[in-house]
């Protein structure tokens, strides 16, 4: 009983760094606000929405202070996206979004330990819902734990929610010549080294025939566009 959308079960993931905004380090409010707008927005249409955050906006493992143990610090940036899942359920709530945050990290007086089949039921009930503490696992990324999740939850798309309008052939804050791609393959981005996602994720999309779709979070209207079918950013798939 899914909606009539090319894409009618989406996994979001949004990146911390794109809910910093402007800002160093944390949630900037309005970047937060507009996030849970277009996801109000595209739930309200009908579409079932899965929510991955990431965590960069407070820690990374990556760049954890010197000398300490990288699991360990894996953990910590785990933690980090369970702030963000918070702050967005929180966000979505005052919109009258109806939310459950799963966390692959059990911490039961706040959220939902992960349970795909109860994952996949709120997603039916008509409920956002929204995974924190990635995959659970160190030496993974937020970007393998949406894949994971979009493979889980049987999503018909990754929709990789960025500060940047697509996947482009050089860096476009730094080159003015810069291209953007509309279409690529999973192949492509490995053999070019594109930065899309770590290959990880990539290969789980690639291996799962899930098709990833990288775009502009702070355009309005996009998660719905991109749902509808139109080509918001740069798609990759087979
Ligand atoms: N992380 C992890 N395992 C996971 C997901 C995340 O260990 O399955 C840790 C890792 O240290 C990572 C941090 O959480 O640096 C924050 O996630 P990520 O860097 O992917 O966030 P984003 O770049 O999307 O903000």
Do not use: W
Request: charge should be neutral; aromatic fraction near 6%.
């Amino acid at each position: 009983s899914r909606p009539k959308y090319k894409y009618a079960r989406v996994l979001l993931k949004i990146s911390g760094e794109a809910l910093q905004g402007k800002q160093g380090f944390g949630v900037d409010p309005a970047v937060l606000n507009l996030v849970a707008e277009e996801i109000a927005q595209a739930h309200n249409a009908g579409l079932q929405l899965a929510v991955v955050v990431g965590g960069g906006n407070y820690f990374r493992g990556a760049t954890a202070p010197k000398g300490m143990d990288r699991a360990q610090a894996d953990y910590v940036g785990m933690l980090a996206t369970v702030m963000n899942a918070l702050l967005l359920q929180g966000a979505l709530e005052n919109m009258g979004v109806e939310t459950r945050v799963q966390t692959a990290i059990e911490m039961r007086e706040v959220a939902e330990p992960y349970i795909r089949r109860r994952a996949i039921r709120h997603l039916d009930e008509g409920r956002v819902i929204i995974f924190g503490a990635g995959t659970g696992n160190p030496f993974f990324t937020t970007d393998t734990a949406a894949a994971l999740r979009a493979a889980e939850m049987n999503a018909d798309v990754f929709m990789k929610a960025t500060k940047v309008d697509g996947v482009y052939d050089c860096d476009p804050m730094k080159h003015q010549h810069a291209r953007k791609y509309e279409k690529l393959s999973y192949r492509q981005v490995s053999m070019d080294n594109l930065q899309v996602m770590d290959e990880t994720a990539i290969t789980l999309c690639k291996e799962n025939n899930i098709p990833v779709l990288v775009f502009n979070v702070m355009e309005r209207g996009n998660v719905l566009r991109a749902a509808a079918g139109h080509n918001v950013g740069t798609v990759v798939d087979s």
